[in-house]
């Protein structure tokens, strides 16, 4: 059985149904909105995320340059000589120093998830008179797909025919355009030491990034260093995935502990993309809170209205012993229907309009619109919703709770 404060706020609300039917719809609107914009800024980051990861790994083992020092004579004051030489990069050699026990120390660690030793070599492609210049990525294939998802990015071949082809490579699909290459046909790669080296292409692949697509390559781990004239444990780098990327800053730090070599998680690597992230984060937060707090407003204007109409109608409530409490809950229960009823159409339209653009079709390396349904934002734009509802009822009620009636019956 409703009680009596539950029948006040139902009577005002029915006998004003185009004022309540329009704040309703002003709190729909915002929620789905602020849903939709949440969707998209987790969509738009996965997908931007996904296609980072697939060329650079969460955390990156190298070995620092060393530069060399100036030479300088500290004459204190006396007569000399001072010897200055220009600071350069020292000519030393970057591989790490046992690589298998340095792999195996990095797989054992509890966070990481993949670790592949690398060695990048500074190439040319070379077919008939064409010729590109480019970057040869040597890897053990498997390994590498494990940490960059390579075969999702395959359009021609298969990544296990690598393993079998000892001189096998597969290159980006603008190499292949540029230089008039099909599957099967060899190409001459020679290396910035001048190693040269027939070639037999076994995939092309498309990733993100056209600029990529037309330099960069896959080979065996072996081929790589024979390309750069160095021995089977030549390492230049250890790439390293773990199980929550976001943590690659703090976990850089106990990498370089374990390892003794400098660390760079792909954040220090990306710096401008992580910018852009948070902008955009930023940007479709304040647009989503702005349309809530508009939509909170239309309630607040509302519900202040009424109590500004209605004085005597609460003059007499009081008169009749309802207290300054019972007031508040008329006039929140009020916000509260028409918050829930917003919230529930808002939560419809938003699902509504996150299927709909999902299933559009963007084309390029994107394909379909980067959003899909996340419970999560869905869950946490209701109670923003309603929080924001109780708060715009609540301020114009508990002016109609300081409503003296004897004052107003003297007017």
């Avoid at 139902?10 to 719809?25: N, P, W």
């Avoid at 697939?54 to 004579?73: G, M």
Wanted: positive net charge.
């Amino acid at each position: 059985m409703r009680s009596v404060n539950t029948e006040i706020a139902l009577t005002h609300i029915l006998t004003r149904k185009r004022q309540t039917i329009v704040a309703s719809l002003g709190v729909s609107i915002g929620i789905a909105i602020y849903i939709c914009l949440n969707t998209l800024i987790i969509g738009t980051n996965r997908y931007s995320d996904n296609a980072i990861f697939k060329t650079t790994p969460h955390i990156r083992v190298y070995k620092e340059d060393d530069i060399s020092k100036p030479l300088s004579k500290d004459t204190s004051g006396k007569k000399g000589t001072i010897v200055i030489v220009n600071p350069k990069i020292a000519n030393i050699s970057k591989n790490l120093i046992n690589p298998g026990k340095l792999l195996h120390d990095i797989k054992n660690q509890p966070e990481v998830t993949a670790a592949a030793p690398m060695v990048t070599a500074n190439i040319f492609y070379n077919n008939g008179k064409s010729q590109l210049t480019g970057v040869g990525w040597g890897i053990n294939i498997i390994e590498g797909d494990a940490m960059f998802d390579i075969q999702s990015t395959m359009v021609v071949g298969d990544l296990r025919t690598l393993l079998n082809t000892p001189n096998g490579i597969i290159i980006g699909v603008g190499i292949a355009d540029k230089l008039n290459i099909k599957l099967n046909d060899n190409i001459s790669v020679i290396s910035s030491v001048g190693v040269i080296k027939l070639m037999k292409v076994v995939g092309f692949f498309k990733s993100s990034n056209a600029v990529t697509d037309k330099s960069k390559s896959y080979m065996n781990l072996a081929t790589a260093q024979q390309l750069l004239q160095e021995g089977p444990n030549y390492v230049t780098d250890i790439y390293v995935k773990i199980k929550d990327p976001e943590a690659a800053a703090q976990y850089a730090t106990v990498l370089s502990k374990l390892t003794g070599y400098t660390t760079e998680d792909w954040k220090a690597a990306n710096e401008l993309f992580v910018a852009g992230k948070k902008i955009r984060a930023v940007m479709f937060l304040f647009i989503s809170w702005a349309i809530l707090l508009v939509a909170a407003f239309g309630i607040y204007n509302i519900l202040n209205m009424t109590v500004s109409q209605k004085l005597n109608d609460i003059a007499i409530l009081k008169a009749n012993g309802f207290s300054g409490k019972d007031v508040v809950k008329i006039f929140v229960m009020e916000a509260m229907v028409m918050g829930i009823i917003g919230t529930c159409i808002g939560f419809l339209l938003s699902t509504i309009i996150v299927t709909l653009l999902s299933r559009i079709y963007i084309g390029a390396d994107i394909g379909y619109f980067p959003i899909q349904f996340e419970f999560s934002v869905s869950m946490t734009g209701v109670g923003v919703g309603l929080l924001v509802t109780f708060f715009a009822g609540y301020i114009p009620a508990h002016k109609a709770s300081k409503v003296d009636p004897v004052a107003i019956f003297r007017k």
